[in-house]
């Protein structure tokens, strides 16, 4: 098995490109994680970004000259300086940019370079990680979703901004996700093992809907991106990607293939089709465990009486799995209030999974729609890892870790 993306590895090299937004001041928190992490950080700054941070900032930081500008001075030194600064950059395996701004984007995905960072990106070779971040206004603006896609196109990483209040007022998506969930998928980038390679993973994510009426619905608290992140994990190290997702609000990985579906007998028809391709399953959906067993036709009117629904069993998509998996790994998620170990052991032997993922959900920054999460993996062999934790992206890496230790060991 191929190393995981956390440290450990000779001569990484990163560029951190920082474009000029608010959250400039950002990027420092993100150079310190990379560089705890053994990574070699080269800063490059635009004009516009310098107005928002100084230089000095990010030389004191990472020990290095700031990259500034392409026709900023002359003479000699400064021009042994610019080689030395072009050999870093040609030496990096990963150019990251944070916060990525609308202008930016726009120049990677329309190929301008009038200065050191957009020149760079056109002759930058490696993997490329955005991290943007702007007004909701602009994230939003048929333009810059255009070049989104034009920028996922590449195979470049886009690290989805956070909702929130934002410097601008408003408050929706656009403000640069945190650094250190930029920093772990910059860390997979670079340590990026093709361990996946020849594999099909199958991933299910995010929630189902179950209606009651034409315009109501049973649902859960799901955002899907713990699934999402087992995804771009997978597709990172070499695994061809299907993701069967229930509604929700987030953008496609890289190179993943997204069939969408709304209801969870829709979610089973979608892994039933796909089942024969698949050689690892991954079931990170909150499937609803209950459906309306007759959703009414028309909306169901507003009275003084009390109204109750008859529920019925959803089909358990992954308990069948279980008893026709063959030689496929299968990862079911269990969701708990409380440790989750009991149950999660439970469930990967009633389940016949390979691994359950015990996932806590009543803590502060854990499970239903936070970035990090805090799991123990429970294996059949009965091992039981736990987790700290950890942005959702670095615990599917670890998912994978030892679900391929497990195969290799059997
Ligand atoms: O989407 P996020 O906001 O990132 O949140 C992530 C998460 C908390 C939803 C995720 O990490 C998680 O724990 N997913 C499983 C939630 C769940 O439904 O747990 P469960 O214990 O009810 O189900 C156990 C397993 O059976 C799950 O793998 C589930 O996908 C599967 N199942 C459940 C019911 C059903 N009808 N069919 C199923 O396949």
């Known amino acids: ?20 937004g608010i959250a400039a001041y950002k990027a420092a928190e993100l150079a310190r994680a990379l560089m705890e992490r053994g990574v070699t950080v080269q800063v490059v700054m635009t004009r516009a970004a310098q107005e928002f941070v100084r230089p000095l900032t990010f030389a004191a930081l990472t020990a290095r000259k700031v990259i500034t500008d392409m026709f900023a001075a002359s003479g000699e030194e400064t021009l042994a300086s610019a080689v030395e600064h072009i050999r870093v950059a040609q030496e990096a395996q990963v150019l990251v940019v944070a916060p990525a701004t609308a202008d930016l984007l726009a120049k ?27 007004n909701t206004n602009m994230w939003n603006h048929p333009a810059t979703r255009r070049n989104l896609e034009t920028l996922r196109g590449r195979g470049h990483t886009i690290v989805d901004p956070e909702e929130g209040a934002l410097a601008c007022g408003m408050v929706g998506p656009g403000r640069l996700a945190d650094p250190a969930r930029i920093a772990a998928v910059v860390l997979s980038a670079l340590g990026r093992p093709r361990d996946l390679e020849g594999e099909t993973v199958l991933v299910t994510a995010g929630p189902t809907e179950e209606p009651v ?39 496609p990985p890289a190179g993943v293939s997204v069939v969408k579906v709304r209801t969870a007998e829709e979610m089973r028809a979608a892994v039933l089709q796909h089942l024969p391709e698949a050689t690892i399953i991954v079931k990170a959906a909150a499937v609803a465990d209950y459906r309306v067993k007759h959703p009414a036709a028309g909306k169901i009117k507003k009275s003084e009486e009390r109204l109750t629904l008859d529920l019925e069993p959803t089909a358990d998509i992954l308990a069948e799995l279980g008893r026709t998996k063959g030689e496929r790994l299968l990862v ?36 239903f729609g936070s970035d990090d999460n805090e799991v123990v993996l429970v294996l059949r062999t009965g091992e039981a890892v736990a987790l700290p934790r950890a942005p959702k992206r670095e615990v599917a890496d670890r998912i994978f870790d030892h679900l391929l230790k497990l195969r290799d060991a059997s």
């Not at 098995?1 to 000029?20: E, K």
């Not at 999402?228 to 993701?243: D, F, K, P, Q, S």
């Open 108 to 134: 990677f995905a329309n190929g301008l370079a009038d200065d050191f960072l957009s020149t760079l990106y056109l002759a930058f070779t490696g993997s490329v990680v955005l991290a943007p971040a702007m």
């Open 213 to 251: 009426d034409p315009v109501r619905f049973l649902s859960n608290r799901s955002s899907g991106k713990m699934g999402y992140a087992v995804a771009e994990a997978a597709a990172a190290r070499g695994a061809r990607v299907i993701l069967v997702s229930g509604p929700v609000h987030l953008s």
């Open 1 to 20: 098995m191929g190393q995981s993306g956390t440290g450990g590895f000779a001569c990484q090299n990163a560029i951190l490109g920082i474009g000029g």
């Open 332 to 367: 079911g998620f269990a969701a708990e209030t409380g440790d989750p170990l009991p149950e999660a052991r439970r469930k990967l032997a009633s389940k016949h999974c390979d691994m359950m993922v015990g996932n806590r959900v009543d803590r502060e920054g854990s499970g």
